[in-house]
């Protein structure tokens, strides 16, 4: 390892519990309801980006232009559906290798924070039980400016107290990983390569990194 970095912080969907398939089937019910089409590889560009936008890429595909109160209702119920899935997770849908990597950090002494776009990250640490590894949570809750904007990433980082230069970001979306780079921070795409052109590196999943590699 040429340079020891003292912070690292982790994207949550994607990168430590594979959520993607409960946002899918949510978007795809309310998608299904108002006659839009909308496939998994659709559902590939939400990945990342928050709620509300999410929204707007669906309204899109389906060519509709609603209200701020229409689509508020929209993005509600879809959220209803997702916290029915994610409420009943536990720490079996963690990725391959995360908890491992999460418990090495903690054993010797590096801190390590969550950076997500999502307002349910709380629900979903609680429910797998990773709560406890993470120094800071920083959430859709806690943000004003959505990833590619740094700043879920360089808040996690002054929470921390450490500069951003001495922290690396773990991130499934390219728009996340723009973010990452955007900050002055290490980017480890999680994912396939020709995807994740923006990181430093790309790995399979966590099982694939260790810090050898930085
Ligand atoms: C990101 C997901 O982590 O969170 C996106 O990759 C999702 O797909 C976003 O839209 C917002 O999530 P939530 O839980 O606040 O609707
Ligand atoms: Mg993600």
Not at 17 to 40: C, G, P, Q, S
Not at 109 to 118: E, H, N, P, V
Request: aromatic fraction near 8%; glycine fraction near 8%; include cysteine.
């Amino acid at each position: 390892m040429a340079k020891e970095y003292k912070g690292y912080i982790f994207d949550l969907d994607g990168v430590l519990v594979d959520t993607a398939k409960y946002h899918f089937k949510a978007w795809k019910r309310l998608a299904d309801e108002m006659n839009i089409r909308f496939n998994e590889d659709d559902n590939e560009r939400l990945k990342g980006v928050s709620r509300m936008a999410s929204l707007d890429i669906i309204l899109e595909l389906g060519n509709k232009t609603l209200s701020e109160e229409e689509k508020v209702s929209l993005a509600t119920r879809k959220n209803e559906w997702y916290v029915e899935f994610i409420s009943k997770m536990d720490a079996s849908e963690i990725l391959p290798g995360a908890l491992e990597f999460l418990k090495m950090l903690k054993e010797n002494g590096y801190k390590c924070a969550l950076g997500s776009a999502s307002k349910n990250a709380g629900l979903i640490l609680e429910r797998t039980g990773l709560k406890n590894y993470f120094d800071t949570v920083v959430d859709g809750t806690h943000v004003s400016k959505a990833k590619p904007d740094p700043e879920v990433f360089t808040l996690g980082a002054d929470n921390m107290g450490l500069s951003y230069t001495d922290c690396v970001v773990f991130e499934d979306s390219v728009a996340g990983l723009q973010a990452a780079k955007a900050a002055g921070m290490v980017a480890v795409g999680i994912g396939e390569a020709s995807v994740l052109t923006d990181a430093d590196m790309v790995v399979k999943d966590l099982s694939e990194f260790n810090l050898n590699m930085l």
